[in-house]
Nanobody, 120 residues
Framework: EVQLVESGGGLVQPGGSLKLSCTAS????????MSWVRQAPGKGLEWVSDISPTSRNIYYADSVKGRFTISRDNARNTVYLELNDLKTEDTAMYYC?????????????RGQGTQVTVSS
């Protein structure tokens, strides 16, 4: 059974930073494409970023490019998302997901999420 557990969310002021973590189990993490998606209040899911199994291929949505950084540690079965220069529009529930193709905005296999709130 695929299990994904996110952590690291919280309340931060505009311009601040957070680092989200997602620990995976129940599948071969080192061969999986991993993804982060988010859902803002009252809106649908938005794809944020993907990372290939070896970290060779990384993709970002235009809305976060240059501010967010995705990474992974295959030895720890963990994928990270570093959020910098946060804006109020980044407020959302952030989910990590195991995906089979890139830029999937509605991945079925995702965790329970971690809340990021950007507010002064």
């Amino acid at each position: 059974e695929v299990q994904l557990v996110e952590s690291g969310g919280g309340l931060v002021q505009p311009g601040g930073s957070l680092k989200l973590s997602c620990t995976a189990s129940g599948f071969t993490f080192a061969t999986a494409i991993m993804s982060w998606v988010r859902q803002a209040p009252g809106k649908g899911l938005e794809w944020v970023s993907d990372i290939s199994p070896t970290s060779r291929n990384i993709y970002y949505a235009d809305s976060v490019k240059g501010r967010f950084t995705i990474s992974r540690d295959n030895a720890r079965n963990t994928v990270y998302l570093e959020l910098n220069d946060l804006k109020t529009e980044d407020t959302a529930m952030y989910y990590c997901a195991k995906v089979t193709y890139y830029r999937n905005a509605d991945p079925p296999q995702r965790g329970q999420g971690t809340q990021v709130t950007v507010s002064s």
